[in-house]
């Protein structure tokens, strides 16, 4: 098994390829968005089980349902990301993480058309040609948030009921990561999310 290493001064898992490949492979049976650091938190724990198993002989390859295994292992980095809290968010931390968002979607770097919710607590992003058909007559804006009680979602600006989580942290590295996701859906990499 190939192994990807980081320093531990950087602070990033260490994690097999063939881990983030399952659990990457899982993440687009899943209705949600996955961002890069719970692919990567979900391979790090694929690959302990992994080598658990190696170490009472058996490898991965005898393992018949590995696929469920990584899908487990992504449910399971995902949990905090997509629950309700114990301790909701405050008004003024949403509108902080909404903030960040903003920021980073109309970066140079991402560069996409976007404006602050009425209330601060959401961000409106303009469609591009290529975004997914969406809302009410297929050509919604979309809506970005983060609920004082759960996790991030996408949802076209007029029929925001339908959402599509977008499991990423809360912070500011976060919203970042949401940002370069919904770059990614604008822009038609990600095909039609919602119809999963």
């Known amino acids: 098994m190939s192994s990807t290493y980081s320093s531990a001064a950087d602070d990033r898992p260490i994690f097999s390829a063939e881990a983030y490949d399952a659990v990457e492979a899982a993440s687009e049976k899943q209705r949600a968005l996955y961002v890069p650091s719970v692919l990567e938190h979900a391979a790090e724990l694929l690959t302990s089980l992994w080598a658990i198993g190696g170490r009472h002989s058996v490898p991965p390859a005898q393992w018949s349902w590995t696929s469920d295994m990584a899908e ?100 500011p590295a976060g919203a970042h990561q949401v940002a370069e996701a919904i770059r990614a859906f604008v822009h038609g990499e990600l095909g039609d999310v919602f119809s999963r």
């Not at 292992?73 to 909404?98: G, H, N, Q």
Request: proline fraction near 6%; aromatic fraction near 6%.
């Open 72 to 171: 487990g292992a992504l449910d399971l980095a995902a949990c905090p990301y997509e629950r309700d809290l114990e301790t909701e968010r405050t008004d003024a931390k949403v509108a902080s993480l909404m903030g960040y968002l903003f920021g980073a979607l109309v970066s140079e770097e991402i560069g996409l058309t976007a404006q602050l919710g009425a209330r601060r607590n959401s961000v409106i992003v303009d469609r591009g040609p290529a975004t997914p058909r969406g809302g009410q007559h297929g050509d919604s804006d979309l809506l970005v948030a983060i609920p004082n009680d759960g996790g991030w979602f996408l949802a076209f600006r007029d029929t925001h009921v339908r959402r599509m989580p977008v499991i990423a942290p809360a912070s």
